[in-house]
């Protein structure tokens, strides 16, 4: 008789792990086709200036809360400026690797799911910045704040003119703020810890330093807010086990008794044995 598979044991079986080698191949190349595609997008700075000027009016229309009320927080000390800045530039990267490693080791179905919500974000993204080059805050004068990567360090990005390795007029939507959110996202439908909406920290945190150091506006973090509810909308997360870990073993099947003698379940040789000694 075949042992009856638990409901969280096949959604866990469903998705083994991907080979390691092909996912860092492909999740590098997302990684090029990404920074290259970025590239295309440079050199428009009169419109990227224009689109920041109409962000910064719409943004007053709507009276959403001015990025300076942010910055000026930061700006009460300069070790707390710096921190932001170091976290704009260290943080990004490192904990969206991180995040997928650990899934990729601890959670394959989950991993393949984020990767997935990951690279949709992060394409509808890169067509964004060709079509709407945007200007940061930090370089509109209209604005009043202070680029605080260049005046109190460390900066990642050079002048604007010179800095060939990235591009400064891909404000909207902010990555920065659409993969912190998630990592926290995927963290807590991947976990079942009682602390685990901590996670949320980690894009309110982001939230506030990439406006702070004014590298973004607040609309550009609900554009990616806006494109990861769309991306996990179609794309949809696995289902997770009673545990969130691995899935559990199959119970022995269980003997069914019935109303007869208990002398009768014995074995049949036994029986045989007892009825020669008789």
């Not at 899934?103 to 060709?130: I, K, Q, S």
Request: hydrophobic share 50%; with cysteine; glycine share 8%.
């Amino acid at each position: 008789m075949n042992a009856r598979t638990e409901p969280g044991e096949a959604g866990s079986r469903a998705i083994a792990r991907p080979p390691l080698v092909r996912e860092l191949l492909l999740v590098a190349g997302l990684f090029l086709v990404y920074k290259f595609g970025r590239q295309l997008a440079t050199g428009h700075t009169a419109e990227a200036f224009r689109n920041a000027g109409r962000v910064w009016d719409l943004e007053r229309t709507l009276r959403l809360p001015g990025e300076g009320t942010v910055q000026s927080l930061l700006l009460h000390g300069e070790t707390l400026t710096e921190s932001a800045n170091v976290y704009y530039a260290t943080v990004h990267f490192p904990a969206t690797v991180a995040f997928l490693v650990w899934l990729y080791l601890r959670r394959p179905a989950h991993y393949v799911w984020a990767r997935r919500v990951l690279a949709a974000v992060t394409a509808a993204a890169l067509v964004l910045h060709l079509t709407f080059p945007l200007a940061p805050p930090r370089m509109l004068a209209a604005t009043g704040l202070v680029d605080t990567g260049k005046v109190f360090g460390p900066s990642v990005y050079g002048p604007p003119r010179t800095d060939h390795l990235s591009n400064q007029f891909a404000a909207m939507p902010s990555l920065h703020f659409g993969w912190a959110l998630m990592v926290a996202i995927g963290l807590i439908v991947a976990t079942r810890s009682r602390l685990r909406l901590l996670w949320l920290l980690h894009p309110l945190l982001t939230l506030l330093v990439i406006v702070g150091t004014a590298n973004h506006y607040w609309l550009d973090c609900l554009a990616a807010a806006a494109l990861l509810g769309l991306a996990l909308a179609v794309i949809r997360a696995p289902r997770a086990t009673a545990t969130g870990a691995e899935p559990r073993k199959a119970s022995p099947p269980r003997t069914r008794t019935t109303g007869r003698d208990p002398g009768d379940l014995a074995p049949a040789g036994a029986n045989v044995l007892a009825g020669a000694g008789r």
